[in-house]
Every structure is written in structure tokens, then in C-alpha cells.
């Protein structure tokens, strides 16, 4: 079993919609929770960063830790084209490993 | 700031011939990280460096590959000899380390096919 379980997808939805994105994890010693988002052919970027279980929010962009059900999600609000991407979650355990989901391909369809 | 800078972007190479990956990270930061990525596996950390010293190499799949990192602006990852399923992207990131706070930052990665 993979330490940290990713949707691949493909997901696609219409232009405004609400995009929910989730990872689940096995592991209770991850403590820092990151969304990254990589367009194609391009490296991953940093999204979203948060510690300890709640919400987190950044713009259009809300991050969701449930650490008692080992759940993280990530919810886009007024899809655009532009979001259009690959979503991967990460988790940190230790100093700097980080642990990446298989990734979830979004299309936001104009 | 450049960002992370990686050498080639593209490689194309025969079955047995050595790769040579290369990698600048941005000035400044302490860690330095070489990923794989592919359709079937995903983002997978190959090896970590701090301060030019390798700190964890529990990914590197196997003796073909081997990675340096001589100076705090400069690291290789080195594929001898190469196997087709080597093909993948291969990312150099860095970052610092305060409190384990900070992120990586990824270069714009290598895209390695092996015939």
C-alpha cells in the first residue's frame, strides 16, 4: 500500500464549477500537508501549505486537513481554464522528505 | 532570481550509453533533491543533498545511477549504462531549511528517453 493514495483522475469539469481534490495517507506522522500544481511539461509548483488539522484559505483556493481520518483536500472555487493542470498533494515527514500523491489531471472546460 | 536551472531538457540516448544529468539550484539554498516522474509512479525522490553532503539515497533504484553534488551550485545525476525504463523526467529541486517551513522549488526538469 502507498503511503499517500491520489485519485489520478482524469478529472474535468465545466468553467465555474467548485473542483474537489483529495488525498488520503497511512501514515499519522505526516505534519505538514502541501498542494503543488504542475502544468504540462513544466515542474511542480507550490499551492497550498498547511499544518495541523483545519482549513486554510487563498483566494479562490481553500486547503483541508483532517488529520483523524488521515484526509487532506484541496477546493477550488470559480474554476477557470487556467486551473487546467495536474494537482499532486505532498506530505512531509522527517526533515525535507517529501511524499508525493500519483497526481489528479484537471481540465477546466471553457 | 533564475530559479532552478536543469541541463539538458531533452535527451534522447541509445540502450548501455551513460546520461548526464545537470542541475543548478537557486542561490542560496541548503537542500538539493533529484526526483523521477513517470505515468505509472508517479513523483518519486531519487536522493537528497544538504550543504553538498548526500543525506538520503534510499530511492536511487539501483548502482546505475549515482548522483554528486561537488559544490553548493551544482550537482549531477549520472545514468551508467541506461536502460529504457529509465525513460522519465527527471526534476532537480531546492530549497532552505528553516523549521522546516520552507518548500522546494522545482527546475523545469529533464525529459529522458532511452531506445
Known amino acids: 500500500q502507498k503511503e499517500v493514495e491520489q485519485d489520478p483522475g482524469p478529472l474535468s469539469v465545466p468553467e465555474g464549477a467548485i473542483v474537489s481534490l483529495n488525498c488520503t495517507y497511512s501514515?499519522?506522522?505526516?505534519?505538514?500537508f502541501m498542494w503543488y500544481r504542475q502544468y504540462s511539461r513544466k515542474g511542480p509548483e507550490l499551492l497550498m501549505y498547511t499544518y495541523s488539522s483545519g482549513n486554510k484559505e487563498d483566494g479562490r483556493f481553500t486547503a483541508q486537513v483532517d488529520k483523524s481520518s488521515k484526509y487532506i483536500s484541496l477546493f477550488i472555487r470559480d474554476s477557470q481554464p487556467s486551473d487546467s493542470a495536474t494537482y499532486l498533494c505532498a506530505m512531509r515527514k522527517g526533515a525535507q522528505k517529501l511524499v508525493f500523491g500519483q497526481g489528479t489531471r484537471l481540465t477546466i472546460n471553457p | 532570481d533564475a530559479g532552478v536551472i536543469q541541463s539538458p531538457r531533452h535527451e534522447v540516448t541509445e540502450m548501455g550509453q551513460e546520461v548526464t544529468l545537470r542541475c543548478k539550484p537557486i542561490?542560496?539554498?541548503?537542500?538539493l533533491f533529484w526526483y523521477r516522474q513517470t505515468m505509472m509512479r508517479g513523483l518519486e525522490l531519487l536522493i537528497y543533498f544538504n550543504n553538498n553532503v548526500p543525506i538520503d539515497d534510499s530511492g536511487m533504484p539501483e548502482d546505475r545511477f549515482s548522483a554528486k553534488m561537488p559544490n553548493a551550485s551544482f550537482s549531477t545525476l549520472k545514468i551508467q549504462p541506461s536502460e529504457p525504463r529509465d525513460s522519465a523526467v527527471y526534476f532537480c529541486a531546492s530549497s532552505l531549511n528553516r523549521d522546516f517551513q520552507e518548500t522546494q522549488y522545482f527546475g523545469p526538469g529533464t525529459r529522458l528517453l532511452v531506445l
Open positions: 542561490s542560496g539554498h541548503d537542500y
Open positions: 501514515n499519522s506522522a505526516f505534519q505538514y
